[in-house]
């Protein structure tokens, strides 16, 4: 599976913006789908994850309630909508997905991973 982010790029505080990354290669229905973040000088992290199906979903506690992970099978395309951006928020944001069906907060238990799209937030 080859993985492509895009839709980052430079936003105010308070934004509402949404990143896609779209999936080629192989069936995309069947992956557990994710989205992780690196900021400046930090450690990767767990952002948001999503099922096969698109009805089981995890979400960071940073971001929940504020994130918004979905995906359209028909499109082989997982989106992150993200409302409310902060300036900690800032990072490159990496799509991955999963050999099997399910949802997964661990970065090692992913498969596949996308070149990251950049989302700076300004205050």
């Known amino acids: 599976v080859q993985l492509q982010a895009s839709g980052g790029g430079l936003v105010q505080a308070g934004d509402s913006p949404r990143v896609s990354c779209a999936a080629s290669?192989?069936?995309?229905?069947?992956?557990?789908m994710g989205w992780f973040r690196q900021a400046p000088g930090k450690e990767r992290e767990f952002v948001a994850s999503i099922g096969w199906h698109g009805i089981s979903t995890r979400y960071a506690d940073s971001v929940k309630g504020r994130f918004t992970i979905s995906r359209d099978n028909a499109k082989s395309t997982v989106y992150l909508q993200m409302n409310s951006l902060k300036v900690e928020d800032t990072a490159v944001y990496y799509c991955?997905?999963?050999?099997?069906?399910?949802?997964?907060?661990?970065?090692?238990?992913?498969?596949?991973w996308g070149q990251g799209t950049l989302v700076t937030v300004s205050s």
């Open positions: 290669g192989r069936t995309f229905s069947s992956n557990g």
């Open positions: 991955a997905g999963r050999i099997v069906s399910t949802t997964s907060t661990i970065g090692a238990e992913y498969a596949y």
